[in-house]
C-alpha cells in the first residue's frame, strides 16, 4: 500500500491511484488516509460488491476525522446515517432502493449536498447512474471479496 494519496492540485487533477490491501487492517488504513486528506466538503462515492468494504474504509475515513470507528454502522436500513466529527459526515447506503426509484430523493441527497462543509459518503453510488456532483468528488472502487485482497482504485 502506497503511503500517501495524490494530492489534487488546482490545474490538473491526479492520476486514480491504485492500491491492493491484503487485510481488513489495510482497507481500513487506506479509508483513514483518505480522511486525513480531507477538507469538508467533499463527496466520496464507494462502488463495489456486497462484502467488499465500503463500510469498513468508510470507518477507517472516520476515524481520521475524529470519530469513534466502532460506531459506524451501514446504512443500509436507516439509509443515511450523520456522524458529528471533524465535519459533519452523512453515510448514505442506496444497496436496497431500486435503480428506477429517484434514489436522491428518497434521503434527501439535494439537501445534504446543500452544506458544503458536509463530507458525504455513498455507499452503491452506482445506483446514482449518471448524477453529477461538484468538483470535490471523489470515487472508490473496491474489488474483491471474502478473504481475497482488495483491489481499490481510488480517483480524485
Known amino acids: ?12 487533477k491526479p492520476k486514480p491511484e491504485n492500491y491492493i490491501c491484503y487485510s481488513p487492517e489495510e482497507t481500513f488504513d487506506l479509508g483513514e488516509k483518505l480522511g486525513k486528506s480531507l477538507q469538508g466538503g467533499e463527496i466520496i462515492l464507494l462502488s463495489g460488491k456486497l462484502g467488499a468494504g465500503k463500510t469498513l474504509f468508510t470507518k477507517g475515513v472516520l476515524f481520521a476525522l475524529d ?8 446504512p443500509s436500513f436507516t439509509l443515511v446515517n450523520l456522524y458529528k466529527a471533524k465535519f459533519d459526515v452523512y453515510h448514505i447506503d442506496f444497496w436496497r432502493l431500486d435503480k428506477n426509484s429517484d434514489i436522491g430523493f428518497a434521503v434527501g441527497l439535494d439537501e445534504i449536498l446543500e ?9 452503491w453510488a452506482e445506483r446514482l447512474g449518471q448524477k453529477t456532483f461538484p468538483n470535490k468528488t471523489i470515487r472508490v472502487e473496491i474489488k474483491g471479496d471474502g478473504d481475497d485482497a482488495r483491489k481499490i482504485k481510488i480517483a480524485q
Do not use: F
Request: hydrophobic share 30%; charged share 40%; net charge negative.
Open 115 to 123: 452544506d458544503e462543509t458536509a463530507v458525504v459518503i455513498v455507499e
Open 67 to 74: 470519530y469513534d470507528a466502532d460506531e459506524v454502522t451501514s
Open 1 to 12: 500500500m502506497k503511503d500517501e494519496l495524490n494530492p489534487k492540485t488546482e490545474d490538473q
